[in-house]
């Protein structure tokens, strides 16, 4: 129970690492008192340009990937009975850190990067189809928030029709876990939700047209 304990905790803390403020601190700008105030690439993207962006993109994700492949591939095996839950317990600590970062008083991003590299972590497929889908509704629209809502939801049916071809191996809970996530972060896109039924929404594709 303590190697369990203590896995979720480092799990949590790896997740909760706020690169997108760290990022934007080397270039001398407070992340959160601009543009969306989101610590997340999008918002880092916008403020620093592309390259801050994608490389907030990558650190998000891979502390999603890597704490979750640790907690499956060297902690669950050593982890007695309690190793078939680690994986699931591993998966929502670690992008909970993200999103309820403590060391910015539980306020952080929107789980997107360091939920889709948790989940590479578990069923890699299924994050690839929503990769798919992110890049064709956001060339269509030019949305991110959009996309990354299409794409949240995309995973779990991804992976249950994937598990029925017999494509993948993943469990009924894993799953229930992945249409949790995914309706977490779709809840964490609600002030997007709001402004994309105003029309109010910033879109890359007008941006590109405007300028």
Not at 35 to 64: E, H, P, Q
Not at 70 to 75: D, G, I, R, T, V
Request: proline content about 4%; aromatic content about 10%.
């Amino acid at each position: 129970m303590t190697a369990f304990l203590t896995t979720l905790l480092l799990c949590y803390l790896c997740g909760s690492i706020p690169f997108g403020l760290i990022l934007a601190k080397i270039n001398g700008v407070d992340i959160r008192k601009v543009g969306s105030g989101n610590i997340g690439a999008t918002n880092v993207m916008r403020t620093l340009g592309k390259k801050w962006g994608y490389s907030c993109f990558l650190l998000d994700f891979l502390k999603g990937l890597i704490p979750v492949l640790l907690a499956k591939h060297y902690a669950a095996p050593q982890a007695g009975d309690l190793g078939q839950y680690m994986v699931i317990a591993a998966l929502p600590a670690t992008i909970s850190g993200h999103i309820f970062c403590i060391w910015l008083k539980f306020k952080g991003g929107k789980g997107v990067a360091t939920g889709a590299g948790a989940i590479m972590a578990v069923c890699p497929p299924a994050v690839f189809a929503a990769l798919i889908a992110w890049i064709i509704i956001f060339k269509k629209t030019g949305y991110v928030s959009l996309a990354s809502i299409i794409a949240a939801i995309v995973i779990p049916f991804a992976a249950w029709l994937m598990k029925l071809q017999g494509w993948v191996n993943i469990n009924g809970p894993q799953l229930i876990l992945l249409a949790i996530i995914g309706t977490l972060v779709t809840v964490m896109h609600r002030s997007n939700i709001q402004r994309l039924l105003n029309g109010t929404e910033n879109s890359f594709k007008k941006k590109k047209e405007n300028s």
